[in-house]
């Protein structure tokens, strides 16, 4: 199956496509009989990360992704995160199945395609999905977590005592 992956930016939108590929060249990369935790491990390595996205995404594909991840550094922790998980339930046809995929994300897949050729946008993608709405959504998350953990600390930075 070929999916469209879309990764956000500040500058513009990337578009790829992604396909699943057999088996075979899946297992002859990551191994025959190992567990999702262990794959998944093993999709963080670059060498094995960058074998399995020239495979199902393109040749060049993990070499700009790393020049995406040097433009927006701040964020490059929400980049790296979503890829492989991504490259995994694509493989094992899981990725219509994972609720999480529902929710914006800065790399995303934004649909599939038919029987036709075409490609059918899943119904949940809106105008949640885009840089400036991720990115004020975490900064204003980012700042709640930081309130909320202040207001914790506080009584005791004032009552200036270790029991």
Known sequence: MR???KILTRAKTHTYILKDIPMYEWDN???F???RDEL???LNNLQTL???TKLMISRGFLDEFYEILNKERRY???YKYALPTILFSVQYSLFETIEGFKQPGL???ESFQDR???YIKYDYIDERWSYDFLITSKLSADLNQEASLQGSFEPLLQEGTNE
């Open 29 to 31: 990369v990551l191994g």
């Open 50 to 52: 960058k074998e399995i």
């Open 116 to 118: 036709n050729g075409d």
């Open 107 to 109: 790399v995303y897949i």
């Open 3 to 5: 999916y469209k992956l």
């Open 76 to 78: 490059s922790e929400l």
């Open 40 to 42: 998944i491990n093993k």
């Open 33 to 35: 009989d190992v567990e």
